[in-house]
């Protein structure tokens, strides 16, 4: 894992572990549980709570979700009289190429989805997890089932999301309206991160209506900001002050069935403090797509790190066997803040050299990596690329 503070739901079970390694799971208590209350009033209320906070889900008349969020800094995070969680069907015929091509003018066939199918229900209630529970109708063929879930311990809302989807030339989108101002959003790409305006006042800024990114966006102002991230999702948008997450399209050439059939996928919604650099939404996008696995080991499992990294700011992306070098390992780290900073690389293996490389593996005689009392040193500049061979 990424962070070391994490929720594991093997049995409800709240664990720390090491970064890239493996621990033996011990009950623990939260020190900040989670609960459900379920109020009936002029809607369906389901309060999703945390002592510093609430994550409240509002199921209205009309069932769609609106969600107040509420941080340690004590501010709310969506935008009042709005629906956070909003799902909506665009109509989507491009001019050309129907598989490739997503057109501005789709924008204007804005629907939501609002027919319920099942009504929003408890369905787990303890001091690790709470889970709201509801189904929405697309159309005749297509269908929503989704699972609201808060962890404790967790600095994200999860949406777990099944999706029956058997459309023609439709777009499917999700929408959370941010209390958030700024004239730029920021896009995780490979090994970094890309700005662009949420305003279109220009052709070059209207041109970017849709834009395509990784784990996660981020909408930060001084001091505060939201990020929607997701585990397999790549279009994004963010205009004015609402985040946008492009889940399903419905082309129909060259092949008339693509996307057709059942999906599954999870987003989340995280407001934080300060900027997303320092609030660890990069490695909360990487919790969520990389999630601990469950294996069978002894009782007396001790635990144990592979590797860790000093700064923040580094991440280790890749670990692997070298292609043609016995007993040695491929790693590759980034800077991914955008800055200059220095890290040392620890490892409970018994390295005995190391080495840059380049992208083919190939080791650079003349620059060996310093091996320390701390582990290895690295210097990165902004958004920088290193490739080790590590010699066991």
């Known amino acids: 894992k990424v962070i070391n503070t994490v929720r594991f739901a093997l049995g409800l079970a709240l664990v720390q572990v090491p970064s890239v390694g493996v621990s033996s799971v011990t009950s623990r208590e939260p020190q900040t549980p ?8 002029h809607w369906h209320h389901c309060v999703l709570s945390l002592p510093e906070g609430n994550f409240a889900t509002k199921i209205k008349h009309n069932f769609q979700l609106n969600f107040d ?3 340690v800094v004590c501010r709310e995070a969506l935008l009042d009289g709005c629906k956070g969680n909003q799902f909506v069907l665009f109509d989507d015929v491009p001019l050309y190429w129907d598989a490739w091509d997503v057109m501005d003018y789709h924008l204007q066939t804005r629907k939501p989805v609002v027919e319920v199918m099942e009504a929003p229900r408890v369905m787990c209630s303890d ?33 777990n999301t099944q999706v029956q989807w058997e459309e023609l030339h439709k777009f499917l989108k999700v929408e959370f309206p941010v209390r958030v101002h700024s004239p730029n959003a920021t896009y995780e790409i490979q090994f970094g991160h890309v700005q662009r305006p949420t305003h279109r ?6 041109a970017r209506f849709e834009v395509w990114g990784h784990k996660w966006a981020d909408l930060s102002e001084h001091n505060f900001g939201v990020a929607l991230l997701n585990d397999c999702k790549y279009g994004y948008s963010v205009y004015r002050n609402t985040m946008t997450l492009s889940l399903l399209r419905a082309p129909k050439a060259p092949d008339a069935h693509a996307d057709m059939g ?16 320092d609030s660890s939404v990069i490695q909360c996008a990487y919790n969520l797509n990389s999630p601990l696995r ?15 990294v000093s700064s923040p700011a580094v991440v280790l992306e890749t670990i692997k066997q ?26 409970a293996l018994p390295v005995s050299e190391a080495w840059h490389c380049d992208l083919l593996e190939r080791k650079d005689p003349i620059r060996p990596a310093k091996l320390t009392a701390q582990g290895i040193m690295l210097h990165f500049k902004p958004f920088e690329i290193v490739s080790l061979l590590l010699v066991l």
């Open 322 to 347: 070298a292609e043609d070098q016995p007993r040695t390992l491929l790693l590759r780290l980034y800077e991914a803040h955008g800055s200059t900073v220095s890290a040392a690389l620890s490892s």
């Open 262 to 277: 059942t999906h599954q996928f999870t987003y989340a919604i995280m407001p934080h403090a300060g900027c997303f650099q």
């Open 34 to 41: 989670v609960s459900v209350t379920v109020q009936m009033a």
């Open 127 to 159: 001091r690790l997890r709470a889970t709201v529970s509801f189904s929405l109708r697309v159309s005749e063929r297509s269908t929503i089932t989704q699972e609201i879930i808060m962890d404790a311990m967790c600095p994200y809302l999860k949406f």
């Open 69 to 71: 969020i509420r941080v």
């Open 294 to 308: 469950p294996v069978q080991c002894p009782p007396e499992t001790v635990a144990w790190s592979g590797f860790s």
């Open 201 to 206: 006042n220009t052709s070059w800024d209207w």
